[in-house]
Nanobody, 126 residues
Framework: VQLQASGGGLVQAGGSLRLSCAASGRTFRSLSLGWFRQAPGKEREFVSAIGRIGGTTRYADSVKGRFTISRDGAKNTVYLQMNSLKPEDTAVYYC????????????????????WGQGTQVTVSS
């Protein structure tokens, strides 16, 4: 599976961005998809995920109510709509795909995923 993330950039606090991650190489509907982020000097952390079965969604507490994950089977793409951005959202955002991630819990765990994209930088200025 190849994952190509895009959509990052520089935005002022309170602004919005939409990240996209295009997947290829495997039937899209068979993949659970997640977004993780890593800020300088910090560990990679879970942001959001959407399951392959039933479209279960999960969000980190820090982004609930501000971020929305969705998937488009026709375009083999997963999106992360980010609104009301804060400086603490600044990080490199990575998309990930898993072929055996089914439970809501494991959607939030990085080691559950089999494939990773290259990352896209999001910078939120105050």
């Amino acid at each position: 599976v190849q994952l190509q993330a895009s959509g990052g950039g520089l935005v002022q606090a309170g602004g919005s961005l939409r990240l996209s991650c295009a997947a290829s190489g495997r039937t899209f509907r068979s993949l659970s998809l997640g977004w993780f982020r890593q800020a300088p000097g910090k560990e990679r952390e879970f942001v959001s995920a959407i399951g392959r079965i039933g479209g279960t969604t999960r969000y980190a507490d820090s982004v609930k109510g501000r971020f929305t994950i969705s998937r488009d089977g026709a375009k083999n793409t997963v999106y992360l709509q980010m609104n009301s951005l804060k400086p603490e959202d600044t990080a490199v955002y990575y998309c990930a795909a898993g072929v055996t991630v089914d439970s809501a819990y494991y959607l939030t765990i990085a080691r559950s995923y089999d494939y990773w994209g290259q990352g896209t930088q999001v910078t939120v200025s105050s």
